[in-house]
């Protein structure tokens, strides 16, 4: 018996010094994945001047010292995705230590179709520069010492409506006679008065030109110019030139409807009625066993709450039960065709999105989550999931795209988040979060879930709602996880079997050749990243 314990001590002595020596010799990670430190210098110049304004060629001769530092932030022509090589492959070395890998995207295509992917894409792409981009998009550089005075951002007028043009005038250039020409392309020109002394030509054409002795007479007419919008579209901006004698300046009109809001009588005010406030939504596969433990766990705590439960098993069974809506798809319809069905049905404010097989306990406090969107300008907050073995997770994901080529972007994501919310600290700022949510319902319809992601899907969500969800996640509100520990001894039902088959595919799989797809050909990537 002695000579075991001796052994058992020897054993953990000897792990202890072998994980020190290991942590001792891990190689510093590095999450950076473009090369910018081992370019020549020349490069690095060439690069920085290209991202200046048009430069003076007088000043081109004029040396100048990178600071490496900071040059090395700047975006560049073109990306690539690195990973990091090295590191001692051991069991959980990922998780402890993770580090980065890269995987570039076409290999999602066969190499006789590769090259009409890209054609096919380059097209696409091009639509949608079009549609996308407007004037107002346009880099506009205010010249120095102009005597022209004129809005910088915020003049914005309705499809097809008029507007007075604020903020037109003429400084400190004396003169016997003054000239003002204006020229634009989506509307045209005019005045809401006349002043005495002013000529007036091309008024109510896309080129007008005000003139007069007098400076003060001009500027009095200068207040009464006006732009009408002739060329309908629903949301673009026009580009005005302002000129005269010597001087040029060029500002943007928005041309767009007004946001239409969707608001939701949540109630009288006082604490959160949660029931008025939130519709909990699930999407399920086989598993009613553990759907039956979810609701049975809501209801322990919030037992007025709409759950909407979106179903694509084979055999649907019937769950019913008050403030529940089931709706039956076609079988295997999939993961994020489920997650459109649900959040389509939901009327309330927000909606909270939990897997079927969470549980609800004391902590999971959606009031909290509820108080984070009221109070800050996120769209969306997570929360943390805690497994049966106490580990609790948030998976908090920072997404970011480097720009490329004719080869498309790089996406990279790592683990971590940008920033604490003030006043909420166990919050912060993010851009990817776990399986359990609050979210703005109309956000969330906006962003919308690809039904061609059916079994390998989740942070495609936060890759499509990137720019426009203001994501947030807070690790004090916690859903329990049903065990996924299988003990030996007991045997695997056929239902678990069907649906370990569905929800785990293996790597090489159609579902991860379809995720892969998708991201090279619908988001435009070139390669992705992660840690």
Same mark, same amino acid.
């Given at each position: 018996?002695?000579?075991?314990?001796?052994?058992?001590?020897?054993?953990?002595?000897?792990?202890?010094?072998?994980?020190?020596?290991?942590?001792?010799? =891990?190689?510093?990670?590095?999450?950076?994945?473009?090369?910018? =430190? /081992?370019?020549?210098?020349?490069?690095?110049?060439?690069?920085?001047?290209?991202?200046?304004?048009?430069?003076?060629h007088q000043l081109s001769n004029i040396p100048f010292h990178v600071r490496d530092? %900071?040059?090395?932030?700047?975006?560049?022509?073109?990306?690539?995705? @690195?990973?990091?090589?090295?590191?001692?492959?051991?069991?959980?070395?990922?998780?402890?230590?993770?580090?980065?890998?890269?995987?570039?995207?076409?290999?999602?295509?066969?190499?006789?179709?590769?090259?009409?992917?890209?054609?096919?894409?380059?097209?696409?792409?091009?639509?949608?520069?079009?549609?996308?981009?407007?004037?107002?998009?346009?880099?506009?550089?205010?010249?120095?010492?102009?005597?022209? /005075?004129?809005?910088? /951002?915020?003049?914005?007028?309705?499809?097809?409506?008029?507007?007075?043009?604020?903020?037109?005038?003429?400084?400190?250039?004396?003169?016997?006679?003054?000239?003002?020409?204006?020229?634009?392309?989506?509307?045209?020109?005019?005045?809401?008065?006349?002043?005495?002394?002013?000529?007036?030509?091309?008024?109510?054409?896309?080129?007008?030109?005000?003139?007069?002795?007098?400076?003060?007479?001009?500027?009095?007419?200068?207040?009464?110019?006006?732009?009408?919008?002739?060329?309908?579209?629903?949301?673009?901006?026009?580009? %005005?030139?302002?000129?005269?004698?010597?001087?040029?300046?060029?500002?943007?009109?928005?041309?767009?409807?007004?946001?239409?809001?969707?608001? +939701?009588?949540?109630?009288?005010?006082?604490?959160?009625?949660?029931?008025?406030?939130?519709?909990?939504?699930?999407?399920?596969?086989?598993? +009613?066993?553990?759907? /039956?433990?979810?609701?049975?766990?809501?209801?322990? +705590?919030?037992?007025?709450?709409?759950?909407?439960?979106?179903?694509?098993?084979?055999?649907?069974?019937?769950?019913?039960?008050? +403030?529940?809506?089931?709706?039956?798809?076609?079988?295997?319809?999939? =993961?994020?065709?489920?997650?459109?069905?649900? %959040?389509?049905?939901?009327t309330t404010k927000y909606v909270l999105w939990v897997d079927d097989d969470f549980?609800?306990?004391?902590?999971?406090?959606? @009031?909290?989550?509820?108080?984070?969107?009221?109070?800050?300008?996120?769209?969306?907050?997570?929360?943390?999931?805690?497994?049966?073995?106490?580990?609790?997770?948030?998976?908090?994901?920072?997404?970011?795209?480097?720009?490329?080529?004719?080869?498309?972007?790089?996406?990279?994501?790592?683990?971590?988040?940008?920033?604490?919310?003030?006043?909420?600290?166990?919050?912060?700022?993010?851009?990817?979060?776990?399986?359990?949510?609050?979210?703005?319902?109309?956000?969330?319809?906006?962003?919308?879930?690809?039904?061609?992601?059916?079994? %390998?899907?989740?942070?495609?969500?936060?890759?499509?709602?990137?720019?426009?969800?203001?994501?947030?996640?807070?690790?004090?509100?916690?859903?329990?996880?049903?065990?996924?520990?299988?003990?030996?001894?007991?045997?695997?039902?056929?239902?678990?079997?069907?649906?370990?088959?569905?929800?785990?595919?293996?790597?090489?799989?159609?579902?991860?050749?379809?995720?892969?797809?998708?991201?090279?050909?619908?988001?435009?990537?070139?390669?992705?990243?992660?840690?």
């Amino acid at each position: 018996m002695r000579s075991l314990r001796k052994t058992v001590l020897l054993a953990i002595l000897v792990s202890v010094v072998l994980v020190l020596a290991l942590l001792h010799s =891990w190689p510093t990670r590095t999450y950076t994945t473009v090369d910018v =430190w /081992q370019r020549p210098a020349s490069l690095v110049e060439r690069h920085l001047e290209e991202r200046l304004p048009e430069p003076d060629h007088q000043l081109s001769n004029i040396p100048f010292h990178v600071r490496d530092n %900071v040059a090395s932030l700047l975006a560049r022509n073109g990306c690539i995705c @690195e990973g990091e090589s090295g590191g001692v492959n051991l069991p959980f070395a990922q998780l402890l230590f993770p580090r980065v890998s890269a995987h570039p995207l076409h290999t999602a295509f066969e190499a006789s179709e590769l090259e009409e992917m890209k054609r096919r894409r380059a097209k696409e792409y091009k639509s949608f520069q079009e549609r996308s981009k407007t004037s107002a998009d346009v880099l506009i550089i205010a010249e120095a010492n102009n005597p022209l /005075q004129y809005p910088t /951002q915020g003049v914005e007028v309705r499809p097809l409506k008029t507007i007075i043009i604020p903020g037109l005038a003429l400084h400190d250039l004396p003169r016997d006679h003054y000239s003002i020409n204006f020229t634009a392309s989506l509307g045209t020109l005019n005045v809401a008065a006349e002043v005495e002394g002013v000529k007036i030509k091309g008024n109510g054409e896309m080129h007008m030109t005000l003139s007069c002795s007098l400076l003060p007479n001009l500027n009095r007419q200068l207040q009464f110019v006006t732009y009408t919008n002739t060329l309908f579209h629903p949301s673009t901006a026009d580009t %005005v030139q302002f000129e005269t004698e010597g001087h040029q300046a060029i500002f943007s009109i928005k041309i767009r409807h007004g946001v239409t809001p969707k608001l +939701y009588n949540t109630g009288s005010e006082g604490e959160y009625n949660i029931s008025a406030l939130v519709t909990i939504a699930t999407k399920t596969f086989l598993r +009613y066993d553990k759907l /039956q433990d979810l609701i049975d766990s809501i209801r322990r +705590y919030y037992p007025a709450v709409t759950i909407v439960i979106a179903d694509d098993s084979e055999n649907p069974k019937t769950i019913s039960g008050p +403030y529940i809506e089931h709706y039956i798809m076609p079988f295997g319809k999939g =993961w994020f065709a489920g997650r459109n069905l649900a %959040v389509s049905q939901v009327t309330t404010k927000y909606v909270l999105w939990v897997d079927d097989d969470f549980i609800f306990t004391a902590n999971t406090k959606v @009031e909290k989550l509820v108080d984070v969107l009221e109070r800050t300008t996120l769209d969306l907050v997570g929360g943390a999931v805690r497994e049966a073995t106490g580990y609790t997770a948030t998976y908090r994901q920072t997404i970011s795209i480097e720009p490329g080529e004719e080869d498309g972007d790089c996406l990279h994501m790592r683990r971590g988040f940008h920033h604490v919310i003030q006043g909420f600290p166990n919050c912060v700022v993010t851009d990817g979060v776990i399986n359990f949510f609050l979210a703005r319902t109309d956000k969330v319809q906006q962003v919308g879930f690809d039904p061609r992601l059916t079994r %390998v899907a989740h942070l495609e969500f936060f890759i499509d709602g990137l720019g426009s969800l203001h994501v947030g996640s807070c690790d004090d509100v916690i859903v329990n996880h049903a065990t996924k520990i299988k003990l030996p001894w007991v045997a695997q039902s056929e239902s678990d079997k069907t649906y370990a088959k569905f929800r785990y595919p293996p790597a090489s799989s159609d579902a991860t050749h379809t995720k892969n797809g998708l991201l090279y050909f619908k988001n435009r990537f070139q390669c992705l990243t992660h840690n």
